[in-house]
């Protein structure tokens, strides 16, 4: 019995729907530090995060003034491409969709490209950005625990959460949000991997 079989079946011993475990996937307890070059350190009241492209008004919020509005605390799974899952991971944020309200994004736009410190791009339609589910995060925890402050390695101050495609859809040292006509395929998009993004259709490569 192979590695990927066996790892199945300690979930289901731990009592966790294998549902949950997309194709090709393994759990792990253990958070992977995953990204290209090195960390940034920004402290909390250096950061701001602009809010740009089609909108009504383009805009610059600072860490306050982000975590002045209406903060939610998630309980999710999260999927990198590389192979690993982590199951309940906990993050605190404010919702992506309350930051559209914000800044009024014209109805034209459909792609959402997430700017990170460094140059780092990832690209998502914005109609997945509107879950309940999907944050500008600052606080992490393990499962089971109170979120505290994200970690540099892990994203700090600020990053992008959107549980449902790969992670590396979701930008660790959020500090641009752009709302675009058209769609701008990020580094790791141009670099081979899907444009899309799905773990559960297994969608890892350009032409999966
Ligand atoms: N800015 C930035 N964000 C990034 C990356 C990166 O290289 N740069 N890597 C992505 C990838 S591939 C993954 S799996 C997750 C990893 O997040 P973690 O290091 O907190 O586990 O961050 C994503 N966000
Ligand atoms: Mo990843």
Redesign the pocket.
């Known amino acids: 019995m192979g590695f990927f079989q066996r790892n199945r079946d300690e979930l289901i011993g731990r009592g966790f729907s294998p549902d949950r475990l997309p194709p090709g996937q393994y759990f792990t307890d253990r ?7 090195d960390v940034p350190s920004i402290s909390r009241s250096d950061w701001n995060l602009t809010l740009f492209g089609l909108v009504a008004e383009p805009r610059t919020i600072d860490f306050a003034e982000l975590t002045s509005m209406p903060t939610v605390e998630i309980t999710t799974d ?1 999927h ?3 192979k690993w899952s982590k199951f309940d991971t906990v993050w605190r944020g404010v919702r992506f969709r309350d930051l559209v309200a914000l800044v009024g994004v014209d109805p034209a736009a459909q792609h959402v490209i997430e700017h ?3 140059g ?1 791009t ?1 690209n998502v339609p914005l109609v997945d950005c509107l879950g309940d589910d999907v944050l500008v995060a600052w606080e992490y925890s393990e499962p089971g625990g109170a979120p505290t402050e994200l970690t540099a ?3 700090g101050p600020v ?1 992008f959460v959107l549980p449902k495609l ?9 500090r641009g949000i752009e709302f675009s006509a058209v769609d701008a395929p990020g ?2 998009e141009r670099n081979g991997y899907h444009n899309y993004g799905d773990p559960f259709r297994e969608q890892r490569y350009t032409h999966d």
Not at 31 to 37: A, D, K, Q, R, S
Not at 166 to 174: D, G, N
Request: hydrophobic share 45%; proline share 3%.
């Open positions: 958070f992977p530090v995953l990204h290209v070059g999260i990198c491409v590389t990170a410190e460094y780092y990832t390695e892990h994203g990053r790969y992670f590396w859809k979701s930008a660790k040292w959020l580094f790791w």
